[in-house]
């Protein structure tokens, strides 16, 4: 499942664009854990690239190696240009370059679920962005 659905779906409330597509690739590095493997799988997009402007829409950017990926391999395909939003930016994380065109928020180094985020799948309908306990592991 997409992270940042409840935030696409909220931004996609408020943007008025003609020829507007919307699909979505899931790009994951965290698989069960709460530290990214640096591994990333894509997976699940449909939509030709080719010559259109891509808006990748995110729930967090933290290392950025994820999202360094997804943008080269976009490009790879011929997107004619791709930007990033994102709701959460962890920039204390950062282990590249990466940076969002557009950021929602700042976050602390901490490990966050709820308004779609999660951890092992648990905690994405919080209706909420909160740092998980330990306790709650």
């Known amino acids: 499942m997409c992270g940042a ?6 931004l996609l409330r ?9 699909d979505c690739v899931r790009a994951s590095s965290y698989g069960e854990g709460m530290e990214s493997s640096g591994s990333v799988v894509l997976s699940g997009l449909t939509t030709d690239v080719v ?3 891509v808006l990748l829409v995110e729930d ?4 950025g190696l ?3 990926k997804l943008k080269a391999k976009l490009a790879e ?17 950062r282990t590249n370059d990466m940076v969002p065109d557009y950021v929602g928020f700042e976050c602390p180094d ?7 985020l999660d951890y092992a ?9 909160g740092v998980l306990r330990p306790e709650c592991i």
Do not use: C, W
């Open 60 to 63: 967090i950017v933290d290392t």
């Open 5 to 10: 659905f409840v935030f696409a779906a909220d």
């Open 51 to 53: 010559g259109r402007h």
């Open 77 to 93: 395909m011929g997107a004619a240009s791709v930007a990033v939003v994102t709701l959460l930016n962890k920039q204390s994380r």
């Open 14 to 22: 408020h943007v008025n664009i003609d020829g507007l597509t919307v």
């Open 121 to 129: 799948g648990k905690y994405r309908e919080l209706p909420f962005v």
């Open 110 to 116: 901490a490990f966050v679920v709820g308004y779609g």
């Open 66 to 68: 994820t999202l360094a």
